[in-house]
């Protein structure tokens, strides 16, 4: 059943027609429609996945602003690409990486109801990772040289934007600047006021004493768990935070950010907490099966066609079905965990 009053097409044509008036004047014909058709994909894409998602139980404006978010996004990262001179052939996957990315973790900030600021502060936290990650990796396999990813690493088109709007007089800045803290790109003309249910207010993060030696255990509990969490990828973070209460998985989340936690707690409390949750959690995460997909697409752009079929011809039948379904965006049903082994062969093979 479709959202009651998210028209996910319209308003994805909207942002785009918005963005079009903003692409840089010094960009030629080829890289001004990179710009226009990467924004309008992900956000018609994430819009339609957001439509017909009948568990997560989004609203018109909760699903409304998780699209623009995707849209802003994709609009500043994709400029960056193009500004960075990475080679064109690799902003494909490196936008791919970085919209599931927001999609993910909108999703499930959106789900534990955090404040909208702590909300635009994760996503773009996770934005910069993906970036920065997808840059190393092309550094790592010798696609681009050091001096290159130096120059990628350090684009930043929303800051740049930001600079421009305060330089302007009053008057000339844009009538619907976005919220602060947010990217600054196009806003559709009917997006919602109060977006994000913020709920009660989350009390503030104090971090001025040893946390252990005043915070109730649940707590530091939740903190630990918040930096075991930093350490691992995205999905896995996603994939965890499913199994916890929904108070617990926000709680989590906001902790997974603050600078320094690992000063803040004793290593062997952590240690002790650690140990003890570790008891109840499950004894594996399932793999995301559409990350999966997603990282074969990517790996196989940065391939020759014939190179690829030629490689995977010589696999076993579930290896080249599972290989090309995910071509055309399908999961091939097999162990989720036997298809992260191809994906990763596949990628160390580029």
Known sequence: MAIQGFNYEEFAKNLTDQAKEIVPADFNDNQKQFVVNTLYNFSNMAGKALSEDKQSGFNADQAMMITQIIAEWSFHKSVDLIRSGIPQQFWDPIMQKIAYTIFEIAQQTFKQNLPQDQILQLIEHHVKKAYDESIKELKDRNLIDEALMEKAVKQSNIDTMMQQMQEEP???????????????????????????????????????????????????????????LKRVTDDRVQSILNHFEQDDAGTVLRYMYVDNLEEKVDPSVTMRVLEDIGKNLPSATEVNTNLLVERVKATASMMDRQKLEAMVQRERANVRRFVFNALEGEFYKMPPRVAAVIASHLEHSV
């Open 170 to 228: 009053p008057a000339q800045q844009p009538a619907q600047a976005a919220p602060q803290g947010a990217p600054q790109a196009p806003a559709a003309q009917n997006t919602p006021s109060k977006p994000v249910p913020a709920g009660t207010p989350a009390a503030p993060i104090d971090m001025s004493k040893p946390l252990e030696k005043y915070k109730p255990p649940k707590l530091l509990k939740l903190v630990a768990v918040a930096l075991l």
